[in-house]
């Protein structure tokens, strides 16, 4: 039995380390600070997965609650058919750790300056905090929710560049949110996913150039 649990464990921790938890925590923190503190007040909409969860409330009247559970569990079980069964492991640890600090910054009052009034500037420091949190979650090989784990499979499928698969999915969902939100505010958005999805991007691809000079990639 203590065979059979050792066995068990060893099969479960595979691929983690300390190191490998610390910047998806890290990364974690990064991106849930910036969207709590910039995102949520200035009310710049999002691409992706939770921008198609608003649009789809907004017409159908359908809770988030439940639109998030169906749309998240669609692209990990694709994520799952083309990126692996190591993918979802690591994934559930980041996605458990955004919920954790989103809950964590939830219970302090904001720690930024209000943005509203400057949507541009408050648009640049919201795609940095994406960017930096969530290319770090991804260069561990996992993902921060539905909307990297749906790039990460159709970059995987289509060999193109991260940062395309990217733009490619939040540009529908904004272009599809014209219907219902000012060319303005999806102006500001277009700012803030443009600069996130070539910073993770460009955080991802550091991994695979130290892999082809020789050197050791993040653990």
Known sequence: MQAKLSALTRKVTEGLSWKRVFFILLGAAICT?????????????????IGLMLLIEHWLKISPSGITVVLDATCYLLAFKYLGGRFIKISLISTLSVSMFYKIWEQFPPMLPDLSAHPLAAAVAGGLFVGVG?????RQGGSSGGDDALALVISHVTRRRLSSSYLFTDLTVLCLSLSYIPVTRIAFSLVTVTISSFLIDAIKTMEWKKLRT????AA
């Open 134 to 138: 969530v290319g770090l979650i991804v």
């Open 214 to 217: 020789g050197g050791n990639p």
């Open 33 to 49: 600070f910036g969207i709590h503190n910039i995102h949520q007040r200035t009310g710049i909409t999002e691409g992706g997965i």
